[in-house]
């Protein structure tokens, strides 16, 4: 199985910070990767699709990079509703695996 | 209006059984597929079972964790589909969820698995 491993595993932040999520794969997965952001008692939301497409209806400070092993999602200026977990997903090959997320807390 | 609703949900005494049902709306069902994905209480999310289009070969797939006992299937006439679950463990306790092509999400039902 493919072990996605995302790092750090909680951040701080204030307002109006830049803040960057990595998610690291235990083998090449090519551009294969979902990120989905979480809050609590809701459903996970997609943000960005094949590493780097932005979802429709996301805003534009969200973005990601990478392809192969090493992946990373970016919020160009953090806003309070983004305060969430982040998880992402690899669908390179069965079985589907997440990481374990990361936590966006207020500094 | 694009919509995914999960139902079936309760609890169940281990070694029991239980079907989750996805009803969807809003898009055109047969060309999707469905993933079925969980969280247990506090955790992550875990990948469960997919199963793709009947274009792509309605092709099946199971996270190692369920295989064997959970089944995934669809009734495209009905844009609906289903998680039967067949020898329920404690560690089955989650909330469910049903996601069309990873886009469109239910809001999850529990299942909790007690004696």
């Known amino acids: 199985d493919i072990q996605m491993t995302q790092s750090p595993s909680s951040l701080s932040a204030s307002v109006g910070d830049r803040v960057t999520f990595t998610c690291r794969a235990s083998?090449?997965?090519?551009?294969?990767l979902v990120w989905f952001q979480q809050k609590p008692g809701k459903a996970p939301k997609r943000l960005i699709f094949?590493?780097?497409t932005l979802q429709s209806g996301v805003p534009s400070r969200f973005s990601g990079s990478g392809s192969g092993t090493e992946f990373t999602l970016t919020i160009s200026s953090v806003q309070p509703e983004d305060f969430a977990t982040y998880y992402c997903?690899?669908?390179?090959?069965?079985?589907?695996?997440f990481g374990q997320g990361t936590n966006l807390e207020i500094k | 209006e694009v919509e995914v609703v999960e139902s079936g949900g309760g609890v169940e005494q281990p070694g029991r059984s239980l079907r989750l049902s996805c009803k969807t709306s809003g898009f055109t069902f047969a060309d999707y597929a469905i993933s079925w994905v969980r969280q247990a209480p506090g955790k992550g999310l875990e990948w469960v079972g997919f199963?793709?289009?009947?274009?792509?070969?309605?092709?099946?797939e199971y996270a190692a964790s369920v295989k064997g006992r959970f089944t995934v299937s669809r009734d495209d006439s009905n844009s609906i589909a289903y998680l039967q679950m067949n020898s329920l463990k404690t560690e089955d306790t989650a909330v469910y969820y049903c996601?069309?092509?990873?886009?469109?999400w239910g809001q999850g039902t529990m299942v909790i698995v007690s004696s």
């Open positions: 997903l690899q669908h390179n090959s069965y079985p589907y695996t």
């Open positions: 083998q090449g997965i090519r551009n294969d």
């Open positions: 094949a590493a780097s």
């Open positions: 996601t069309s092509s990873l886009g469109v």
């Open positions: 199963i793709k289009s009947e274009a792509f070969g309605g092709t099946i």
